[in-house]
């Protein structure tokens, strides 16, 4: 079996929010670290895995619904480099009006798997609790419509068993689930910054 570590993000928020940095330095910030370490099951090199398009992928709940897994080997993960920090976030709240306040039964997240933290006026950091995501898309399809699709889906290696004929595959609408060589298995558009 093949070992695939995946490039660590931390440290990537605080670049790119340099504004931000003092301030953020104290929170612990893991971003997609917690991707750092995880294997590639069961592939050898130059052998292909699944794993989603994240430019592709409308949140359309079938990749909840058809892994053989359950929870599901799809999880929900936060591209911190690209994230606004808003205070209104509507991967995380339920309604698009001003004013909307986390606490009112109006979270997004069916499992309660986000939560936020307060950085600075008016800035907000989303952490996803992958233990309660079962990869549903409900946020990923809020910060796609009206934020910068910073939360986006990922097959998670560590779990999945990387079958031959992946229903996901076959039920997802909008041909976001694709091979990759299992030398990159994931597909995040801040990688390579
Ligand atoms: S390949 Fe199998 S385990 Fe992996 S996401 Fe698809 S159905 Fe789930
Ligand atoms: S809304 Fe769905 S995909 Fe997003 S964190 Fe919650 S369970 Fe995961
Ligand atoms: S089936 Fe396709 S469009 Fe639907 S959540 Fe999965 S990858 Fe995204």
């Not at 419509?145 to 998670?156: K, W």
């Amino acid at each position: 079996m093949s070992k695939i570590i995946v490039p660590s993000q931390e440290g990537g928020l605080l670049g790119r929010r340099g504004f931000l940095g003092h301030c953020l330095r104290g929170l612990g910030v893991v971003g997609l670290s917690g991707l750092t370490g995880l294997l590639v099951r069961g592939s050898e090199a130059g052998s292909t895995v699944w794993q989603i398009d994240p430019e592709r992928c409308i949140g359309c709940g079938n990749c909840a619904k058809n892994c053989v897994l359950k929870p599901s080997a799809v999880k929900c993960v936060h591209e911190y480099k690209m994230c606004g920090y808003c205070e209104l976030c509507f991967g995380y709240l339920a309604d698009v009006r001003p004013g909307d306040t986390p606490g009112a039964g109006n979270e997004r997240c069916p499992t309660g798997a986000i939560s936020r933290s307060f950085v600075e006026q008016p800035y907000y950091q989303y952490t996803i609790d992958e233990q309660k995501c079962y990869g549903c898309g409900q946020c990923v399809k809020g910060c796609k419509a009206f934020g910068n699709n910073s939360l986006i889906l990922q097959v998670r290696h560590d779990r999945c068993v990387n079958c031959n004929e992946c229903a996901i595959a076959r039920q997802c609408p909008a041909q976001a689930f694709v091979r990759v060589p299992a030398g990159r298995p994931y597909l995040l558009r801040t990688q390579n910054e």
